[in-house]
């Protein structure tokens, strides 16, 4: 995370970008998110878009990441 780069809402305009793209142009209906829930920052960007939590996968595997929990939003 670079700090010239915090609190200026990119990480919420490119998730907002990304939803709306795959809404309109892959005729999705629904998207679903993912967040470290110890990352509160990263949770904001979301729950500021509407996305509502579904709760928190335990020991989430990621291919090339240790296992760690997951906070799932829709």
Do not use: K
């Not at 709760?55 to 906070?71: C, F, I, K, M, N």
């Amino acid at each position: 995370r670079r700090a010239e780069a915090t609190g200026h809402g990119y990480a919420t305009e490119a998730t907002a970008a990304l939803a709306d793209a795959v809404f309109t142009h892959l005729g999705a209906r629904h998207v679903v998110v993912c967040h470290d829930p110890a990352n509160v920052a990263s949770g904001a960007v979301p729950q500021r878009l509407g996305f509502r939590c579904l709760g928190t996968v335990s020991s989430a595997e990621l291919p090339g990441r240790r296992a760690a929990d997951g906070t799932v939003r829709a």
